[in-house]
Nanobody
Framework: QVKLAESGGGLVQAGGSLRLSCAAS????????SGWFRQGPGKEREFVAA??????????IYADSVEERFTISRDNARNTVYLQMNSLKPEDTAIYYC????????????????WGQGTQVTVSS
């Protein structure tokens, strides 16, 4: 059974950076699509970024709100998916979750089957 464990969250000032990690166990991370979602206070869980499974190459997709600031990547040797977050804003404050899907490159929350426990990111102004 696939299990996911996020880490790397914390408190950072606006304009700063953080890198979140999502370590997978039970299956090679490059055999399924992976995504990052976030849930801010009083908000619905929303899509942030996704990366496709490996094949002839990996594709990525981002929410408009994080395009050009966040980068999703994967290290197959470490079986880990990352989310590099730069130029952080107070509105990026949320619990960040990683998840896996059988779909190639997915932005829909319902298509993700396995979820991690989440890691808190707080951006101060």
């Amino acid at each position: 059974q696939v299990k996911l464990a996020e880490s790397g969250g914390g408190l950072v000032q606006a304009g700063g950076s953080l890198r979140l990690s999502c370590a997978a166990s039970g299956r090679d991370v490059n055999t399924f699509g992976s995504g990052w979602f976030r849930q801010g206070p009083g908000k619905e869980r929303e899509f942030v970024a996704a990366i496709s499974w490996s094949g002839s190459g990996s594709n990525t997709i981002y929410a408009d709100s994080v395009e050009e600031r966040f980068t999703i990547s994967r290290d197959n040797a470490r079986n880990t998916v990352y989310l590099q977050m730069n130029s952080l804003k107070p509105e990026d404050t949320a619990i960040y979750y990683c998840a896996t899907t059988y779909n190639y490159l997915e932005t829909t929350k319902a298509a993700y089957r396995i979820w991690g426990q989440g890691t808190q990111v707080t951006v101060s102004s």
